[in-house]
């Protein structure tokens, strides 16, 4: 590998590794985290069992953060009933596709 790709793949490492941080620090100042864990049920499913219950469909994303923006009467993962975020949307899509990375 030549210098130029060594520097652009330690940029890339570099910025997905921030984007990640800055992310998780999203889910956290959203309140996701109260209730939820990356690899552990809390109050609500483990983002790692979200990720693999819902990995490789088309159009996830949105439909996740849609739901998590409205909220959810309970169901899906147990009892439970989700309450409604008050998370800007773009926040809210940022959690979503970093928590599916678990």
Do not use: R
């Not at 069992?49 to 490789?56: L, P, S, W």
Request: aromatic share 4%; with cysteine; net charge positive.
């Amino acid at each position: 590998m030549n210098k130029t790709a060594k520097t652009a793949f330690t940029l890339l490492l570099l910025t997905t590794g921030v984007m990640a941080q800055a992310d998780q620090q999203t889910a956290m100042m959203s309140g996701c985290l109260g209730c939820h864990k990356a690899d552990a049920k809390l109050v609500g499913p483990s983002f790692q069992d979200i990720a693999k219950k819902y990995a490789g469909q088309e159009g996830i994303v949105d439909t996740l953060a849609n739901t998590v923006k409205a909220g959810s009467p309970g169901g899906k993962w147990g009892e439970t009933a989700m309450p409604p975020s008050p998370a800007p949307m773009e926040n809210i899509k940022k959690v979503v596709a970093w928590m599916l990375t678990h």
